[in-house]
């Protein structure tokens, strides 16, 4: 299902309050919830969110054990560029979840030892009981984590190589395309569809023709997003700007 929000901001408080949601239905039976994570401009609202419903409404995010999607390679975990800086500065600084429940990918791995690191964060994932909701933005290139044009649905978690158009889309970033990173470790879309539920968010018209293709264009490993078209648990979350080319 597709749903359309007016702005940004409505649709990150409706998904905000379903993570929340979540969350507290899992505190309500003593168990954990299993929260997959996305990084980007997208999300940064969601996560505000849940950060003013922990201050203000009293969320906590003790029984959270979270999964980031992905990593650029190499990064060194304090680079202003990393993933695990971007998570403590838009979310876990700011909540009370446990730092022993939090995985994104570790950019500093030597490259030898990626295959059994990636095998690893799957089993860490299945010793969960697997995910309850991955988050999830999309890319240009219609990549999902960084799973770009050519992945394969059963892909796992490994390493992969970024597509030009995501370097050039990272390069304000980094100030410069040739200093982003030309690899990444990132969940596959195997192991994104295990996930209980989903929920792709966009904004913004710069993603209404990727949307366009990742809806109701034909299933293809060009564009890995219409893998999801597959799945029953998917929720598409737009604003109006990316939902204008839908028919
Ligand atoms: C981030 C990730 C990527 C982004 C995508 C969109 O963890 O996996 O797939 O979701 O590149 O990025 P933004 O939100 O910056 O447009």
């Given at each position: 299902p597709v749903s359309v929000f007016p702005d940004p901001a409505k649709a990150s408080v409706a998904v905000a309050q379903r993570i929340a949601n979540l969350i507290k239905d899992k505190q309500a039976k003593g168990e954990s919830a299993v929260l997959g994570l996305a990084t980007g401009a997208t999300p940064v609202r969601v996560y505000a969110e849940l950060v003013r419903l922990h201050k203000e409404e009293g969320l906590s995010f003790k029984n959270v054990v979270t999964f980031n999607l992905d990593e650029y390679y190499p990064m060194h975990p304090e680079a202003a560029q990393s993933y695990v800086r971007f998570m403590k500065e838009n979310l876990f600084s700011h909540i009370d979840i446990d730092p022993v429940n939090i995985h994104i990918p570790d950019g500093t791995i030597a490259l030898e030892d990626i295959p059994a690191y990636c095998l690893e964060y799957e089993?860490?994932?299945?010793s969960y009981g697997g995910l309850d909701l991955q988050i999830l933005g999309i890319g240009r290139t219609g990549h999902i984590g960084f799973n770009e044009p050519g992945s394969a649905p059963n892909s796992g978690t490994r390493l992969v190589t970024l597509d030009d158009l995501t370097r050039r889309d990272a390069s304000f970033d980094f100030g410069g395309k040739e200093n982003v990173p030309t690899k990444a470790i990132t969940m596959g879309i195997g192991t994104i569809f295990k996930a209980r539920e989903i929920i792709l968010m966009a904004w913004n018209q710069k993603k209404a023709e990727i949307i366009k293709k990742a809806v109701e264009g034909e299933m293809s490993s060009d564009v890995p997003a219409t893998y999801l078209?597959?799945?029953?648990?998917?929720?598409?979350?737009?604003?109006?700007?990316a939902a204008s080319e839908l028919t």
């Amino acid at each position: 299902p597709v749903s359309v929000f007016p702005d940004p901001a409505k649709a990150s408080v409706a998904v905000a309050q379903r993570i929340a949601n979540l969350i507290k239905d899992k505190q309500a039976k003593g168990e954990s919830a299993v929260l997959g994570l996305a990084t980007g401009a997208t999300p940064v609202r969601v996560y505000a969110e849940l950060v003013r419903l922990h201050k203000e409404e009293g969320l906590s995010f003790k029984n959270v054990v979270t999964f980031n999607l992905d990593e650029y390679y190499p990064m060194h975990p304090e680079a202003a560029q990393s993933y695990v800086r971007f998570m403590k500065e838009n979310l876990f600084s700011h909540i009370d979840i446990d730092p022993v429940n939090i995985h994104i990918p570790d950019g500093t791995i030597a490259l030898e030892d990626i295959p059994a690191y990636c095998l690893e964060y799957e089993r860490q994932i299945s010793s969960y009981g697997g995910l309850d909701l991955q988050i999830l933005g999309i890319g240009r290139t219609g990549h999902i984590g960084f799973n770009e044009p050519g992945s394969a649905p059963n892909s796992g978690t490994r390493l992969v190589t970024l597509d030009d158009l995501t370097r050039r889309d990272a390069s304000f970033d980094f100030g410069g395309k040739e200093n982003v990173p030309t690899k990444a470790i990132t969940m596959g879309i195997g192991t994104i569809f295990k996930a209980r539920e989903i929920i792709l968010m966009a904004w913004n018209q710069k993603k209404a023709e990727i949307i366009k293709k990742a809806v109701e264009g034909e299933m293809s490993s060009d564009v890995p997003a219409t893998y999801l078209q597959q799945s029953s648990s998917v929720e598409f979350v737009l604003d109006a700007d990316a939902a204008s080319e839908l028919t």
